[in-house]
């Protein structure tokens, strides 16, 4: 009976993979709530998920977005959370201009900077067309 030499060396590599610093890997928005402060400006809350490890990697930034990829805002982060996961933070004060209905929030981090997952809302205010 012969014995198989690869597993040892595929569980070895796997364990090896998991134990990069990519292990936090790209910070996600996992919620979006958006409020009418009036004259065509909003509060836009975005609640993120990072494994923020500390001051070198950690979700920094959160951006509202138009349809066409325009950043109509942007809240910076200034400090990890690290015990504090998923969090929400919010933007007051978001000029959304005219004809425009829903938004798109996405969080940057300091390592992977964008590419994590996004999330489209409706505006409250402005059914869709």
């Known amino acids: 009976m012969t014995k198989d030499k690869t597993a040892p060396v595929i569980t070895l590599a796997l364990l090896l993979a998991g134990a990069t610093p990519s292990l936090a890997g790209e910070a996600d928005v996992v919620g979006v709530d958006v409020r009418p402060e009036g004259g065509g ?24 977005l138009a349809p066409d990829g325009a950043v109509l805002g942007t809240r910076v982060l200034v400090h990890p959370h690290e015990t504090e996961q998923p969090f929400t933070r919010s933007l007051t004060g978001v000029a959304i201009p005219e004809g425009i209905t829903e938004i798109t929030v996405r969080a940057h981090d300091k390592v992977h900077g964008l590419g994590g997952q996004e999330v489209t809302v409706s505006l409250p205010d402005r059914p869709p067309s």
């Open 41 to 64: 400006r909003y509060t836009v809350s975005a609640t993120v998920r990072h494994d923020d490890t500390g001051w070198d990697h950690y979700a920094d930034a959160f951006e509202v």
